[in-house]
Structure formats: C-alpha cells, structure tokens
C-alpha cells in the first residue's frame, strides 16, 4: 500500500517535497515512480528510482528542478520539487513496481491514491 502526501497550494518559484510512505516488506526491493495529472489530461511520467537509489530518471520538463530520492529504512519515497511553474499544477502519484524503472504507467504495479499540487501565480 502506498499513501501520497505533502500536496497543497505554493506559488510559482516556490518549492513543496512529497513524500509516499510504503507499508509492507518489499519496498526496498521495489523501483518506484512519481507520475501526475493534470485536469483533462492523460497521467504523464515525472520521475523514477531504482531499488537501491542509484539510479534515477527525470521527464525533460521536471529535470533540474525536481529531484526524487528515497529512503529504504523508513520505506519513503520523496519527491523535491523546486522552481515550481503554474505548469506543474496536477495530482501526483507514487507509484511501485517489481522490476520496472521507466516512465510507461503501464509498467507499475502499486499506485497510491494522489496528492494535489496547484501552483499559483
């Protein structure tokens, strides 16, 4: 089970760090996503890790602002998010899979229920 947290109303330039917490014993073995939504529109690929947090992949609209990490002992995912633009406005997912690190939605198992980022101008 995965819950999204840390959503809420920012400014654009302003800054917000969602969390995803992880319940059960596999997350550490598991790669993980952050996707989002915006209103009308298809989910979009944000950012993946690896299992181990070596490696790590960035939509081309989010790369040197935002930055996803994670921690295995507290079964935490995060996303740091930077330079926010009104652009960036949408539901965030977290989102688990067994063997997959890539940005097809497809390709993840376990999703959490989404947290709401809007920024304003």
């Known amino acids: 089970q995965l819950q999204a947290s840390g959503g809420g109303l920012v400014q654009a330039g302003g800054s917000l760090r969602l969390s995803c917490a992880a319940s059960?014993?596999?997350?550490?073995?598991?790669?993980m996503g952050w996707f989002r939504q915006a209103p009308g529109k298809g989910r979009e690929f944000v950012a993946a890790?690896?299992?181990?947090?070596?490696?790590?992949y960035y939509a081309d609209s989010v790369k040197g602002r935002f930055t996803i990490s994670r921690d295995n002992v507290k079964n935490t995912l995060y996303l740091q998010m930077n330079s926010l633009k009104l652009e960036d406005t949408a539901v965030y997912y977290c989102?688990?899979?067994?063997?997959?690190?890539?940005?097809?939605?497809?390709?993840?198992?376990?999703w959490g229920q989404g947290t709401l980022v809007t920024v304003s101008s």
């Open positions: 989102a688990a899979s067994p063997g997959y690190t890539g940005t097809y939605p497809t390709g993840y198992v376990y």
């Open positions: 059960g014993r596999v997350f550490s073995s598991y790669s």
């Open positions: 890790i690896n299992w181990s947090g070596g490696g790590t």
